[in-house]
Structures are given as C-alpha cells and as structure tokens.
C-alpha cells in the first residue's frame, strides 16, 4: 500500500490526499506546509506516544500565545509542555487541560477567530500570517515527532 493509499484509509481529508498524490511517505512529511496535518497523521498512526505529540502539540499552540486572552489557554499550553518535557505526570496535564490537543486546537481556533474579527483591509496580512503559521508548526512536528 503505498502512502496515499494509506491516508485514504486512515480518513484523511481529501485537501491531504491531493496535496501528497504519488509522494513516499518520507518526501511527505519532510515536505510538508501543515503542521495540523503532521498531528493528526502522528496521532493516528502512534496513538500510544501521548508524550511526544502532546510536546508538539504545545510548542505548536505557543506559536499562537499572543493571540490567547484566557490564563487557562496558556496554563494548558504550558501544561502540555510541562507533560512532554516529563516535569508533569498526565494526571497533573488532565488537571490544567483535558488534552494538549485540545489547547492546539483553542490556538487554533483563537487564531481563526482573530483573523476572522479583522478588518477586511487586514485580511491578506491575517492570510499571509496563517501560512507563516501553518509552517512553523509543521517545522515544529518535524523537531519533535520522530516517525
């Protein structure tokens, strides 16, 4: 089964499926722009290395800090750090945060909301910042998930 054939099982969104076409597995992920991409492919394919997709998880959410107005938001984030570094137990991570995944996805979703809020004369700089993102997190994934 090569790679495509892979995400097409796994249920990738069809955007992923295009984007790989006939690429091995490895020209993908050392290619790739998306770092929500590489997190949901990583915890999908290891489901059992909490530590190390919750440690990127956190450093990719931290990209997007100054954007977080909540102190649980970024209580979470350092949370989730704190639980890959092994300076936290996941009890002490569930205390702070159901999940690091779940304070990605806040970030996520704080940075979609912000970029939505913006004037429309803002919205190619909020476009242009929201790729610059997407490919720090997935320099991000790269550093820290070993596949």
């Known amino acids: 089964m090569n790679f495509k054939e892979e995400l097409i099982k796994m249920g990738a969104c069809q955007e992923t499926i295009e984007w790989?076409?006939?690429?091995?597995?490895e020209e993908a992920w050392n290619t790739c722009h998306r770092g929500?991409?590489?997190l949901w492919f990583y915890a999908k394919k290891h489901p059992t290395?909490?530590?190390?997709?919750?440690?990127?998880?956190?450093?990719?959410a931290n990209t997007v800090r100054h954007l977080m107005k909540d102190p649980r938001s970024l209580a979470a984030v350092d949370a989730a750090i704190a639980f890959g570094e092994g300076r936290i137990s996941l009890e002490e991570l569930k205390?702070?945060?159901y999940a690091a995944y779940a304070a990605y996805a806040a970030a996520?979703?704080?940075?979609?909301?912000?970029?939505?809020?913006?004037?429309?004369?803002r919205a190619a700089s909020a476009?242009?910042?929201y790729v610059t993102n997407q490919l720090e997190?997935?320099?991000?994934?790269?550093?820290?998930?070993s596949v």
């Open 137 to 145: 997190t997935a320099n991000i994934c790269k550093r820290y998930l």
């Open 108 to 121: 996520y979703a704080t940075a979609a909301a912000s970029a939505a809020s913006d004037a429309a004369s």
């Open 49 to 60: 290395h909490i530590a190390q997709l919750t440690l990127a998880a956190g450093h990719c």
């Open 36 to 38: 929500d991409w590489m």
């Open 20 to 25: 790989v076409g006939d690429k091995s597995f």
């Open 127 to 129: 476009s242009a910042a």
């Open 95 to 97: 205390v702070v945060a």
